[in-house]
């Protein structure tokens, strides 16, 4: 009976990871030295943002999450949020992305105190354009990405959530060096 419980314990264990997994909707990603994308998406607000315009100058950070408050979003937008302060004295921009409606995004950034726009992106126009992959569950992959003067200077594609501020800063530290 233990074996029976075991093996139905491995099998539906692998399945959720399988469900989970992403599963690539594009063909290629952003390449250190590419360009920002030339895409438009509405804020929490409703005001649409032009990304090539608003990541032309400085650093600008876009960041994709899968879900507006969710644990794991949560953390990775307030990770940004409380470090906020050293980030834009460092001239970084940021952007969250997530498939979410306006009306989720400004619940999200009110509920949080998010300092931030986030991009609502249903129609998957930025996801596409970063050639971010979906999960299995059709939501957005946790990933980052920093760019300097319009051009990708560093990315994630397995984003942290908690650490999210730390890492983007350490990234500023050797940029700087």
Known sequence: MRILFSRFALIVGLGVVAWAAPIPQTNGK???GDPIPAVTS???NGTPVDLAKEGGAGYTLV??????MTPGCT???CSLRDS????QSK??????????TIEAQKKFTEEDHLPFALLADPEKKVVSAFGVPLMGNGLATRQAYL????KLVWFDTHASTSQQA???????????S
């Open 63 to 68: 960041y994709f999450f899968p879900k507006a």
């Open 30 to 32: 952003l390449k250190i």
């Open 91 to 100: 001239g970084v921009k940021i952007f969250g992305v997530s498939l979410d």
């Open 147 to 150: 760019f300097k003067d319009g």
């Open 42 to 44: 509405e804020d929490q």
């Open 75 to 77: 953390a990775q937008a």
């Open 84 to 87: 906020y302060s050293e980030l």
């Open 166 to 176: 730390q890492d983007v800063l350490a990234v500023l530290a050797r940029q700087s």
